[in-house]
Structure formats: C-alpha cells, structure tokens
C-alpha cells in the first residue's frame, strides 16, 4: 500500500566498472580524502510526489533489463523466473535525448514505477573526458535550453518519475566525476542544484529526485557528504553495489550505508544491484533477501538483470542458473511487494 506521508521520513556497481548498456573504459581509483561540513540540524519533507511514491507498507522490487520498459512481454519473463512481478521498472536517457512520456506511460501500464537515470553526457564512447558536460558547463548555463526543454515536457507529462541524475559520482567513470573532466571540488553540488533549481522555475511537481552513490568499494577515501546536494534537493537516496567477494549484503551495502546516514535520513532505493558468477552467488541473493527485510529504511531494490552480451560487466542476472534463480525467487516470496500508484498526473505549478 502506498499512502502519503505527512512527516519527514527518518529513517555500482563497485565491481570494477559502470554497469550501463556498453561500458565506460576507464578504471576506477581512489581520491584525497575531503572534508565533510556538519550536516543541517533539520530536513525538509520530501515533495508530495515523493510522499505518492514512497511506500509505507512493502518494498519496490525493480529491474533493468535491455528491453524495459519498452517491451511488455519481457516484464512478463522477470516476472515468470523471479516469482513475483516487478513494481518499478528503470531505464536510462543521454543529454542527447529529449524526454519520452511514452516510456513512462508504458512502465505504468506494466503495473510498475518509472524510475529514469539521467546522464548528463553527450555518449558512452566518448568516455570521462566530454568538455561540453563538464559540471561548471552545466552550472554556467550552456545546457539551460536543453534542461529547460526536458523539465517542460515532464511537467506537461505530468506523471510521477524517479529522477536519478547523475549517479555514482563518487567514482571516476563518469565525466560528472569531480576527478574528472577538468571538474573540481564543489562542482557537483553546484550542478545538481543548478538542474534542481531549474525544474522547480519551470514548476515541475511530478520529479522525486535520487542522489545515487557508488557503494564505497574501491572509493573508500571519498566523502559523500561533500557531494550531497542536501534534503532540500534531494527525495530518496540511491546506491549503486554489486556483489563481487561477498557473501553478506551487508558488507556490500552497510559502509556507505552508515555513512550517508550521518548526514540525511532519506529513505534509501537501491538503484543497482546484481551478484557476480560463482559459487557463492546463490548464497548472497539469499542474504540479501534477509538483509533487505530487516532493513525499514531500505525501501525497495533494482535488479540489473544483465549478462555481459546485454550490458553488463558480469553475468549478474539472478537467472544465471537454477540454483541462483531458486535463490531468488524464494527471497522474493518472503518479501512484502508495495502497490504501485496509479500513476495519476500531478498537478502543475
């Protein structure tokens, strides 16, 4: 059931590369360690299509596959090999791409909720060094047009969206990266705000925003408070981990976990996970079931249902074989699965 909240709520990859359609080629490196400022004594609410969109009772079971949400019949195959049917559905979008109400149209009509990742870059195969996307060329107004074109046509949408901009920023392959692109300290924030301030102008009243970090595997020395951009801009937080040694969810997810919690209470969507090949791979998908159910803050999860022919540096599909499948699907039969809202336009500013 997913009711409104009236109060605030309290509460990638990092195996080696981005997980997206076709992979960045750049490795990841750890940084200086930055300074953290305190973090504010009080947080806003989260915006009332955040209050529509978090779940008071049950949790988003999320999957990114090649084909979702375009193509129907392929939720229906997660749904048969997982057991259960997927309530959130994520896909990604170019700064070279205008907004496509039709996929959002066709998430609901799947029964499930659109959450969109929007990158702020011109293409994957130019890598981590794209000028025209530097965060100070997005911060000094070059791309307003083409923000304010996009946050128009998503006000004239007028459904509810997950809005995940510029995810895992904490790493170094992404040209969002401050250690990256000629970026510096500071910038992503400014950026990010920019963006944010942007929508709001325009009167866009149907966008949750996601910040989404990298889990801090291989990027331990980098601060996420520095690069938060604060809870007045930000609804839900995300994390990016995948399993790759573990056999414990909590080791993937609870470092940065503990982390972000000192400094914001949002709930927590984790916008990407999937387990590596091998013989442990069973074991975590069943721990993570167990870990999930044990943790309120954590309100849903998305699967990247990926082999490494569809975008994915490993096999992590939970679907990879039978015992893994098995593993999954009796995981999912033990979690509560939250009702997806209709997804009635919001009104307008």
């Not at 997982?82 to 979008?93: D, H, T």
Request: charged share 20%.
């Amino acid at each position: 059931m997913l009711l409104a909240l009236s109060a605030v709520l309290t509460g990638c990859s990092g195996a080696g590369a981005p997980e997206r359609p076709v992979e960045s080629p750049v490795a990841r490196e750890s940084a200086p360690e930055q300074i953290a400022t305190p973090p504010s004594p009080t947080a806003p609410a989260v915006s009332p299509v955040a209050q529509r969109l978090i779940p008071v009772r049950g949790k988003y079971f999320g999957v990114s596959t090649l084909k979702t949400p375009w193509s129907p019949q392929e939720t229906d195959n997660v749904a048969q090999r997982a057991g259960g049917r997927p309530n959130l559905l994520e896909y990604f979008a170019k700064w070279t791409e205008d907004y496509r109400p039709e996929a959002v149209d066709a998430t609901y009509q799947q029964g499930a909720v659109p959450l969109l990742t929007w990158e702020p870059w011109g293409s994957v195969a130019a890598g981590t060094e794209q000028p025209q996307y530097a965060l100070a060329e997005i911060s000094n107004g070059r791309h307003d047009a083409y923000i304010r074109r996009f946050a128009h046509h998503v006000k004239a949408h007028g459904r509810p969206v997950i809005l995940r901009f510029a995810h895992e920023m904490n790493g170094t392959w992404f040209p969002w990266a401050e250690r990256r692109n000629g970026n510096s300290a500071g910038e992503y924030v400014e950026a990010w705000r920019h963006v944010h301030d942007i929508f709001t102008e325009v009167g866009v009243r149907n966008v949750a925003w996601q910040w989404s970090p990298n889990i801090l595997r291989t990027v331990e020395k980098v601060r996420l408070q520095p690069l938060y951009p604060g809870d007045r801009y930000v609804d839900i937080i995300g994390l990016s981990g995948y399993s790759k040694h573990e056999t414990r969810a909590a080791d993937v997810f609870e470092p940065a976990l503990n982390e972000i919690q000192a400094f914001t209470g949002r709930p927590v969507l984790i916008a990407e996970t999937g387990a590596r090949p091998g013989d442990d791979k069973a074991l975590w998908i069943a721990d993570f079931f167990t870990w999930l159910r044990g943790r309120p803050d954590v309100i849903g999860f998305v699967w990247f249902e990926r082999n490494i022919e569809q975008g994915g540096k490993q096999d992590w599909r939970f679907a990879e074989t039978a015992e893994t499948q098995n593993a999954f699907r009796g995981g999912l039969a033990g979690l509560e699965l939250a009702d997806a809202p209709s997804g009635e336009p919001m009104a307008s500013g």
